[in-house]
């Protein structure tokens, strides 16, 4: 890599693609990182397929931004904080151990900005677990220090028609969406690609130290 770029990590997700795209449109060079090939990616990108295991031999020289939208496969009631001992172990390798070592390795070698999906509710002494280690997450990546930090957090996430679970979750949320008002409106649900433009406008406008998006910074996108 010979010039400063952006790493997408996450860009086979629901959102990561979503945010892949927006990049994509906005003809924004991005180093797209994933397990496997990634569909339709945009001229602007190239791929990078890793085994998440093997971090440490993957060169993340000359990456200026970050953009941490990687997660474990979960179902809504996961989501909720109903998980199993063996799918918590799963979760937190992903959601956080990865995401971490990535965001530490890619700020040791120059990169200056972090973009961090993370979700309404994150507090690291929440009891729902789900929430718990995003809380954990966030807390991780603001002692780095990038220069910027930007952190949003998103509700429900809608769009997902690939999934019966989530398009009936879609349905509930549009339901519960018509009585969140005033401070409860942060916990609105959000489309998928409103989200994504807003992650990477918010991101492109760097701002220096720690900056928190929520639900009122995503709806007019």
Known sequence: ???????????????????????????????????????????????????FNHLKSVDFSNIDHVYLSLGYPLYFHNVMGFMSPSLKKKFFQVDFTYQLEIAKKT????????SLISAIGADSNSWNYYLKTKGMLEEEIIKLEFSSTNIFRPGHLMGNKK?????????????????????????????????????????????TGICVYEFKDFKNF
């Open 1 to 51: 890599m010979s010039k400063k770029i952006n790493l997408l990590v996450g860009s086979t997700g629901f959102l990561g693609n979503e945010i892949l795209k927006e990049l994509g449109i906005k003809n924004i060079s991005t180093i797209a990182l994933a397990r496997r090939p990634i569909p339709n990616l945009p001229d602007s990108a190239k791929e990078l397929i890793i085994d």
């Open 163 to 207: 999934r019966l679970d989530i398009v009936l979750a879609d349905l509930i949320s549009l339901i519960f969406d018509l009585v969140l008002r005033g401070p409860l409106e942060k916990f609105r649900s959000i489309s998928v690609k409103k989200l994504s433009k807003s992650i990477v406008s918010s991101s492109i406008d760097y701002k």
């Open 107 to 114: 700020k040791e070698l120059g990169a200056k900005s972090i």
